[in-house]
């Protein structure tokens, strides 16, 4: 069965520039999650999606994030304009409601 | 609110060795989930078990097993006879059972380092 797929694996971008991120759930999840790793601030859910609805989005750190969710299969993850103290892993996973969270392979983020 | 402690955040032993990683958690909510998830050192994050709270008994899953204890609000996770392959960052986490938020509450980390 395949996992959570995420793309691009690495982007590296210039300040300014926008960056998109992009979450292929488990077929049959119904709940999908966007998490922020760093060093200093650890694992931070940013948002996440019941049934393709936002339910808490209380974790994205500003205006310039935003997340889509327009079907079942797909979410993104956008960033504009985007800042060097957003360089992280960024990691999407899904899950049935209130069950366990199966990961992506993460995003690892670079703004210079 | 909900909170999970990890107060370990460095270990290190010698393969072989028995290792124990301690979970504590606060949450107001009577029903909730309990996780352990692994992060190797490529990055990725793996589940390892689910417990909910109506479920004190001990589990064993060939070399790990887990302690919940809902009296000191703790779930420990104990790796026996620890191999190097056993490094890794291991989270431990908390879900509510009711109402319609079910975000994971995620501790800071244990990092396990096992020596040959």
């Known amino acids: 069965d395949a996992g959570v797929i995420q793309s691009p694996r690495h982007e590296v971008t210039e300040m300014g520039q926008e960056v998109t991120l992009r979450c292929k759930p488990i077929?049959?999840?119904?709940?999908l999650f966007w998490y922020r790793q760093t060093m200093m601030r650890g694992l931070e859910l940013l948002i996440y999606?019941?049934?393709?609805?936002?339910?808490?989005d209380s974790g994205m750190p500003e205006d310039r994030f935003s997340a889509k969710m327009p079907n079942a299969s797909f979410s993104t993850l956008k960033i504009q304009p985007s800042e060097p103290r957003d360089s992280a892993v960024y990691f999407c996973?899904?899950?049935?409601?209130?069950?366990?969270?199966?990961f992506g392979p993460g995003t690892r983020l670079t703004v210079t | 609110a909900q909170k999970v402690t990890q107060a370990q955040t460095e270990i290190s032993v010698v393969e072989k060795e028995d290792v124990t990683l301690d979970c504590v958690y606060e949450?107001?909510?009577?029903?909730?989930?309990l996780f352990w998830y692994k992060q190797p050192p490529s990055g990725e994050l793996v589940f390892l078990i689910r417990?909910?709270?109506?479920?004190?008994q001990n589990e064993i899953s060939g070399r790990y097993s887990w302690n919940f204890q809902k009296s000191t609000s703790s779930f420990n996770f104990t790796i026996t006879a620890s191999q190097v392959v056993d490094s890794a960052v291991y989270f431990c986490?908390?879900?509510?059972?009711?109402?319609?938020?079910?975000?994971?509450?995620f501790g800071k980390g244990t990092l396990l380092t096992v020596n040959p």
């Open positions: 996973a899904s899950s049935l409601v209130a069950r366990e969270q199966y």
């Open positions: 077929s049959g999840h119904n709940s």
């Open positions: 417990r909910n709270s109506f479920d004190e």
């Open positions: 949450t107001r909510d009577t029903t909730y989930y």
């Open positions: 999606f019941n049934n393709n609805v936002p339910i808490d």
């Open positions: 986490a908390l879900s509510a059972l009711g109402g319609s938020n079910y975000k994971l509450t």
